[in-house]
Structure formats: structure tokens, C-alpha cells
């Protein structure tokens, strides 16, 4: 059984990542889906109610496994908050995934950060397989 971890943000790289996963996966493998909502956007809207953040956070990543399971492949979603390329990269490694396939760019509709910059950091630091999907 493979573990296949994606960094996921609502972006249409995010997307084709997640789609590459779940075409990649066989029976019996797993897709982790993972929101990492990044520190500069919880500091810069600490005036809001953090709630709403991670709500719409959870409503993507819901959507997401619902994609997955309409596939019968198992997929589980979890949502975190911090640097997102380091929660990543250690998230990866705890849980030992097979596979990180990370889209090339992402622009979350939660935050404005570009995943670019966090595939390459990933890529660079992991001690996990990464695939960076364009």
C-alpha cells in the first residue's frame, strides 16, 4: 500500500496534481490531502475570525476527497497552519508517504502565496520522492 501525499491549495496546479494522483493510484493506496494554510495569511488576517479560514480551507479539501472516493480510491484530508513547504517537507517525512505531488504553481483562493516557490523548496528538502506536476 502506497501513501500518496498532495499538497493541495484549490489552484488549477493543486487540481492537476491531485488528478495525476488519483490516476496513479492502485488499489489498495491512499491519497493524502493536505492544506497547509500559510502563517503570513493568519497573521495578516488576525482581525477575522480564524474559523472562516479554516472552514473554507476544510470545504476544499472536502471536495477533494469527494473527488477521490468517486473513484474508489481511499483519500484522507487534513488541514494545517504554518510555513507551508516546511509542513510539507515534514509531514512527509513523519508519515513516511510514498510520494509528494505537489503542483508547480498555485495561487489558494485562501492565500496569496505561489506554490512555486514551495514545490522547489520541497523538492530541494524532502527526503521523501517528490513529483512537481506543470
Known amino acids: 500500500m502506497a501513501q500518496i501525499l498532495v499538497p493541495y491549495d484549490g489552484s488549477d496546479h493543486s487540481w492537476k496534481a491531485l488528478e495525476k494522483a488519483l490516476g496513479m493510484a492502485e488499489e489498495g493506496d491512499e491519497i493524502i490531502i493536505l492544506y497547509v494554510i ?3 495569511l493568519i497573521e495578516e488576517f488576525a482581525i477575522l475570525d480564524p474559523e472562516v479560514s479554516r472552514a473554507r480551507a476544510h470545504e476544499m479539501v472536502n471536495k477533494a476527497i469527494d473527488k ?3 473513484r474508489e480510491i481511499k483519500a484522507i484530508g487534513l488541514v494545517k497552519e504554518g510555513n507551508v513547504a516546511e509542513e ?3 509531514f512527509a517525512s513523519d508519515m513516511k508517504v510514498s ?3 505537489i503542483g508547480s504553481i498555485g495561487t489558494g483562493k485562501i492565500g496569496r502565496f505561489t506554490l ?3 514545490a522547489e523548496r520541497v523538492a530541494r528538502h524532502s527526503d521523501r ?3 512537481i506536476i506543470r
Do not use: F, Y
Open 38 to 40: 500559510p502563517a503570513a
Open 68 to 70: 477521490a472516493i468517486a
Open 88 to 90: 510539507i517537507i515534514n
Open 99 to 101: 510520494l509528494i505531488i
Open 116 to 118: 512555486g516557490s514551495v
Open 129 to 131: 520522492p517528490v513529483m
